[in-house]
């Protein structure tokens, strides 16, 4: 069943995900650092306010998946931002995350020698997230 | 009149500059990521500040790219490719990602046996990662991929 986008039970769903893939746990071996994804307002799309993913990830592990104010995702030691409809061409496919950064189309804050070392990693969370059926607040 | 001696702060050394008043992404992010490289880890210092080369970076299913001119403890980052290279790297983002996992073995040789490096080696036979240049300056080749590795 399809879940709101960004919202609780989108987190529940891409925990689970992320913590289903086998390819995952291996390629984030080691990783101890938290994420914060910032989905920027984009009234015209039907979503009206910014909010912040915030993924608590340990050890190939997702301990925690949050959604809340994006102030709680900017305090994270990673963070990646982009207006809603960046991350819902993620989500659909439509951008590969790696090529979105470096174009700029996702803006990412934090060690960027650590992140390079696990973009095996960053791919998966990227496909575990087109895995999770969304409703789309602009396609309603 | 008696004047106060000012004491100049010692200035931190510029290792990485941008040679356009804004940077794409593409260079923002291959400049960071060596300059926190060579302050990160001293054994990379040592490459960085030997190498004198113009690395010219391509990724194709972005179209855009970037010149690396390594000049002995410097490094200018150009939007875009730029004349006289001596070496030119094309390849596709995630490939271009792999080259940064490469790890450096024994002699400071990239190691291609591993998963990363047969995934590249693999690549390079292919032709879907393209050096140009490269058998005249395997040895610069070598130094770009250590300084650029952050394995």
Known sequence: MAVKAFSSEWASAFKDEVNRSSTYKSAAKGWKWTVGLVVEAEPDKQFPEAK??????????????TVGPASDAQKCDFVITAPYSRWKEVATKQLDATKGMLQGKLKLKGDLPTIVRYTKASQEMTECTTR???EWPDEK | MARRKVKAEPQQPVLVD?????????ASMLGGLIQANVEGRPEKQKDFEALVARVGIWVNDINEG???????GKLTVHNGLKPHRT?????????VMSLSNLKVGLLGMPIYY???GREVAGKLLRGKLQIDGLLPNILTLNAVTRIFSVQ
């Not at chain 1, 912040?52 to 998946?65: C, K, P, S, T, Y």
């Not at chain 2, 941008?18 to 593409?26: N, Q, R, T």
């Not at chain 2, 970037?66 to 002995?72: Q, R």
């Open chain 2, 18 to 26: 941008y040679a356009d008043g804004e940077p794409s992404a593409f």
């Open chain 2, 66 to 72: 970037v010149t690396l001119d390594f000049k002995s």
């Open chain 1, 52 to 65: 912040g993913v915030v993924m608590d990830l340990f050890d190939g592990e997702a301990r925690d998946v």
């Open chain 2, 114 to 116: 591993d998963e990363v």
């Open chain 1, 132 to 134: 999770v059926p969304v």
């Open chain 2, 87 to 95: 070496i030119t790297i094309r390849a596709d983002a995630e490939t």
